[in-house]
């Protein structure tokens, strides 16, 4: 789907996961529930998906396990849950880039089509996004960052979980907002792309804040912008990256999607089940300590969501000439 009105259809087509009578529909009995997430343990991604495993298996009644199949910017674990069981025992934790990124990069080799072959289920969280840069280092701030980038090409480099992340399309969407030329250092995951920053061997990122937040805590990288207002209260005086680069904004997630097929009723359970959950105090806290913030949205404001971060990845993609080959 390459335009609005398929991408409008798509969100359509999610609104309605299934026909049969809602008492037909329910999760089996007895059966033990997995989540399938796309990244490995320890990261932002599979915290999220094991405090919400946590959370609804006592509303659910039923054991819920997290699995990791790591792999192709989480298509390994979507092509699991789309080939298999769809009866609403096996989800998908569906990231924000998984689910809008990835589909519109040119060159990108997909398993599956993410608005054909899964059904939005729920939101869990939003994921604030910040710009870091080593703590004793050169730069104060964030103008500071563009200010040694001026006229020099090259001589500022900022870091990416990857080619085609949202990590990666933030520093080409400063990049043309700015008119800098900076450069891109990709690594396999956040986690040693911010090491390399702490050790001064790139000079900035903007990232997701639950991969970093432990660091900025501890003094090793210091916050330079947010990507949006949810945590201006836990980092108060941190000016938004608008305020220095009008335009640049960003706000991840992380959700739960289904397979194509999966009954109306269980997809209203899950639903549910995760509203419910994220009502508790505790999960909240432990959600808000990891730099997310909770929300739930039900199926439709969730394929809401999809629709527009998709086709507002797919406009700075084609906007910075990005490709994956």
């Known amino acids: 789907m390459r335009n609005a009105t398929a ?16 008492a037909a529909q329910q999760l089996p009995e007895r059966s033990t529930l997995h989540i399938i997430g796309g990244f490995a343990p320890g990261g932002t991604s599979d915290l999220t998906a094991r405090l919400i495993a946590e959370g609804v298996a006592p509303i659910l009644g039923r054991r819920v396990v997290v699995e990791n199949r790591t792999g192709a910017n989480g298509f390994i674990a979507a092509e699991a849950v789309v080939r298999g069981a769809s009866d609403g025992t096996v989800l998908f934790q569906c990231p924000m880039g998984t689910m809008t990124i990835s589909p519109e990069l040119p060159g990108m080799v997909m398993p599956i089509d993410v608005g054909r072959d899964l059904i939005p289920v729920a939101n869990v969280a939003l994921s ?9 280092g050169p730069y104060a701030d964030l103008p500071a960052v563009l200010q040694a980038a001026r006229g020099k090409p090259n001589a500022v480099s900022f870091a990416s979980a990857g080619s085609g992340t949202a990590q ?6 400063l990049q043309g907002l700015t008119g800098l030329k900076l450069l891109h250092v990709p690594y396999r995951g956040a986690a040693p792309a911010a090491l390399d920053i702490m050790a001064g061997r790139a000079d900035f990122m903007i ?3 639950g991969d970093v937040v432990r660091q900025i805590q501890g003094g090793e990288l210091r916050l330079v912008g947010l990507g949006d207002a949810s945590m201006r209260d836990a980092f108060p005086g941190t000016p938004l990256l608008s305020d220095t680069v009008p335009g640049l904004q960003v706000v991840g997630w992380f959700g739960l999607c289904g397979p194509r097929g999966m009954p109306a009723a269980a997809v209203t359970q899950w639903s549910e089940a995760v509203e419910k959950a994220l009502q508790d105090e505790a999960l909240r806290k432990r959600l808000r300590d990891n730099g997310l913030t909770p929300l739930h949205e039900g199926p439709d404001a969730f394929a809401t969501r999809i629709a527009a971060d998709r086709r507002m990845w797919g406009e700075v993609i084609r906007a910075s000439g990005v490709r994956v080959d």
Do not use: D, F, I
């Open 7 to 22: 991408l409008l259809c798509a969100g359509l087509a999610w609104s309605l996961p299934g026909s049969l009578p809602a």
């Open 207 to 209: 990232t997701n804040m």
């Open 168 to 173: 990666h399309l933030m520093g080409e969407r």
């Open 128 to 136: 604030s996004y910040g710009a870091v840069v080593q703590a004793k």
